[in-house]
């Protein structure tokens, strides 16, 4: 790795540097999970970023290891502004998913250094608490409806409010349930999902678990970006009776100037976000009345920095944050949502994901859901530490996930949004 020094552009207010910036790729729960690890000269002082695009992991890393640590090295980690902007504007073209997931890493990371650095947990920095806790959600699946409701029974009985809804729909490509390959045995391609079979089977599932469980439970459904913007009014509308908390993602990226029509009509909230890669697309989404829940990847939009941007402009804008956050984003990740919820006035729910025992042994500090909350952790930066030995004995692979998203096709053979 080259150590060159980029011009330090104005005297540091102590004798701090960076001395070493390096990804960390391991797969504890067989998902690869990035992290970027920024050391200084100050011995035992480092911090920890979520760099991670499990998709497509080693264009981060060698990102991170290659383009970042050298315009890096030497610089003073106070100056998390300038060290991000610099880091996105050497590219001279900005924005997508591996530049700002390898940001993201340094950004975290830097920020963990000023925690450590004022004794002081990241929530702290950004303003303090305005809640004690973020209130989480859950998945619940199943094959059939019957066994979706046991599923979310079961969480309401471990004590969460919100559980979000999927059944098996036809086709080996169904979203967030278990598939059920070759429904369609007389069609091109037998293992299809059927947008139209979709619309028929959402409904009856949302109405068996209105009448199955506690009608205090908050239901949520997840789309996945597969509908045009008819079909997802139509979804809406079929699903009123039901008073889900949001419906996500109705429409996919491409279609996003179409969402302000979506929810006009919808009489259900509309959450989108996951997919936006830029923090311009997610200034777009709060402005343009096409969201009540803004919910970005918030390593794909370059970290916490840009995140607090979208949480306060939320905030005036009378939108609420529901940050992706399942089994994808890294621990380190996962508690740079909970700082940003737990300071934001703007916050609705965040997405929760129980971590695996390998996680944890990987991670130690990591957050655990309890009774349905996240609480931050209380010790200086993320409190969140990295075992590289034991992160060593998780090996990340190629991501299944190509596998999975080339079978997402229609039963006539093209291929769908994964
Ligand atoms: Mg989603």
Known sequence: ?????????????????????????TAPEGIALVVVRVDTNVPGLYGLGCATFTQRWKAVETFVNEHLARLLIGRYPGDIGDLTRLAAFTGYWRGGPVTNNAISGIDQALWDIAGKRAGMPVHELLG??????????????????????EHALALVEAGQRHVRLQVTTPGGGGYGAPSAPTEYPDAPYHNGWSARD????????????????????????????????????????????????????????????RLPEVREASPVPIAVGE????????????KNGGVDFIRSHVSDIGGLTPARKIADLAELCGVRTAWHGPGDTSPIGAAANVALDVTSAAFGIQEGHVYSEPVHEVFPGTLRI???????????????????AAAARYPAELSGHDAWAAGVRRPDGALEAP
């Open 198 to 257: 979709y619309l028929r089977r959402t409904p009856a599932l949302f109405e068996a678990a209105r009448d199955k469980l506690p009608d205090n439970v908050e239901l949520l459904h997840d789309v996945h970006s597969r509908l045009t913007p008819k079909e997802a009014v139509t979804l809406a509308r079929s699903l009123e009776p039901y008073r889900l908390f949001f419906l996500e993602d109705v429409l996919a990226p491409e279609h996003w100037d």
């Open 275 to 286: 997919l936006t890669t830029s923090l311009t697309d997610a200034v777009r989404l709060v």
């Open 128 to 149: 303090g608490k305005v809640r004690a806790a973020a209130d989480t959600y859950l998945h619940a699946s199943g094959r059939d409806a019957g066994e979706a409701i």
């Open 1 to 25: 790795m080259s150590t060159d020094t980029f011009a330090n552009p104005w005297q540091a207010r102590e004798d701090i540097a960076i001395t070493s910036v390096r990804a960390i790729t």
């Open 370 to 388: 309890q009774n349905g909350w996240l609480f931050p952790n209380e010790t200086p930066g993320w409190g969140i530490d990295i075992d590289e």
